[in-house]
């Protein structure tokens, strides 16, 4: 299971949210008045985890949303390639190729964190 649900009312700036099938990062959540006859509704912008691209979304509050779920792994970095990084997962041993990051440095023997997330892995700083 990739994927969970969650009430938009318990979202918060910072988690996490399917949004036009991407996983993002919320960056902004207002939420309106109810009206008359109508309930709270809420707008949440969020950034994609993969491509940064910026997606938004207005749902009832009291909605149910799909939520990614994130798995926090460890791995070592075995070789470096050009553009590609092979690394070695510090649980199962598996070992996976990926493109290196814009911005990111590696070298062997390093040790770094990856995130799964929907089915797609994502090297990310050890301050991040």
Not at 33 to 48: D, Q
Not at 92 to 113: K, L, R, S, V
Request: aromatic share 8%; net charge positive; proline share 5%.
């Amino acid at each position: 299971m990739e994927t969970t649900f969650e009430e938009v009312v318990k979202l918060r700036k910072g988690r996490y949210i399917v949004l036009d099938g991407h996983p993002c990062k919320i960056s902004n959540i207002q939420t309106s008045a109810p009206g008359k006859h109508g309930h709270a509704k809420s707008r949440i912008e969020g950034t994609s985890l993969f491509d940064k691209s910026k997606h938004s979304t207005v749902k009832p509050s009291g909605t149910r949303v799909e939520v990614p779920m994130i798995q926090r792994r460890q791995a070592q970095i075995l070789n470096v390639t050009g553009s590609r990084v092979q690394l070695m997962d510090g649980q199962n041993y598996e070992t996976f190729e990926e493109d290196i990051p814009a911005g990111m440095e590696f070298t062997p023997g390093q040790e770094i964190f990856y995130w799964i997330v929907m089915g797609k892995k994502l090297l990310k700083r050890e301050d991040q």
